[in-house]
């Protein structure tokens, strides 16, 4: 099994590349994660991941930087690096430390999975196998292949999936795309058959229900994780979702 080390400042970032793909379909059997470029540091040369991802900039050091400093350990991990500045001078010293690829943020899944699988297959002398590539392009809400919503849904999809821990709001998504939100609205919903506020619902639910299902982190807990505040809120949705609460689902009632 491979291990792979995801390097980023904010919380959300690293939950959403952690959900981004499948990654036990790829053959990661551990995911570790770190906030700051001394815990990578440490992490890198303890673990010695297969592959790690850094943000370009983690507080006020620069990812490629640290992964300068990792090289003179001979260590044998492939790097990729995420940013949101899409500045050749970034992408230029990235280049020269020798890593995989440079993601613009947010990261593509689509081009994610491309530098993955070239990884396993050219560096790693894995193979991709037989794994169904269907289940892995196939959006756990919605039930379809990604490939057949347009390229703007998708956009959204991945902005739900890297954010949903904040108040990410159709409004908000909108903003960003400098389109008017009843508009946007209506496309998702045409294209989707469900509202915004409804999917990002279903995902969050999702998400809580993988939690509560493997891990024995309190309920509140998780329902911070995934974007509620409010308790009581999370536990009408919960159990409207699943006609269930969160202990009967956990076994515990």
């Known amino acids: 099994m491979y291990k792979l080390m995801i390097v980023d400042d904010e919380p959300q970032i690293l939950e959403g590349m952690k959900r981004i793909l499948d990654w036990n379909q790829y053959g990661f059997g551990r995911i570790e994660t770190c906030e ?3 815990e990578a540091m440490t992490k890198v040369v303890d673990l010695q991941p297969d592959v790690a991802i850094f943000d370009v900039c983690i507080g006020k050091t620069l990812g490629y930087e640290t992964i300068s400093r990792l090289n003179e ?3 044998p991990t492939k790097y990729i690096i995420m940013s949101g500045y899409s500045e050749f001078k970034y992408a230029q010293e990235a280049i020269r430390c020798g890593v995989k690829d440079y993601l613009l943020k947010p990261v593509e899944r689509t081009k994610l999975q491309q530098v993955i699988e070239k990884i396993i297959v050219e560096d790693l002398n894995g193979t991709i196998g037989d794994r169904n590539s269907e289940n892995l392009n196939r959006d756990p809400v919605l039930g379809v292949q990604y490939e057949h919503l347009s390229k703007l849904v998708n956009r959204i999809l991945l902005m739900i999936k890297m954010e949903y821990a904040q108040n990410i709001t159709l ?3 909108a903003e960003r795309f400098q389109m008017n939100s009843t508009y946007l609205g209506q496309l998702f919903l045409k294209e989707t058959g469900m509202k915004f506020s409804e999917y990002l619902m279903a995902y ?4 809580a229900e993988d939690r509560i299902r493997s891990t024995e982190e309190k309920i ?3 329902a911070f994780s995934v974007g509620y505040n409010n308790l009581n809120y999370f536990y009408t949705h919960f159990h409207s979702f699943f006609g269930k609460s969160p202990s009967e689902l956990r076994g515990k009632a």
């Not at 969050?204 to 998400?207: A, I, K, T, V």
């Open 204 to 207: 969050r639910m999702l998400l």
């Open 220 to 222: 509140s807990y998780i």
């Open 36 to 38: 700051t470029t001394e």
């Open 171 to 173: 409004k908000s998504v």
């Open 73 to 75: 350990f001979k260590i």
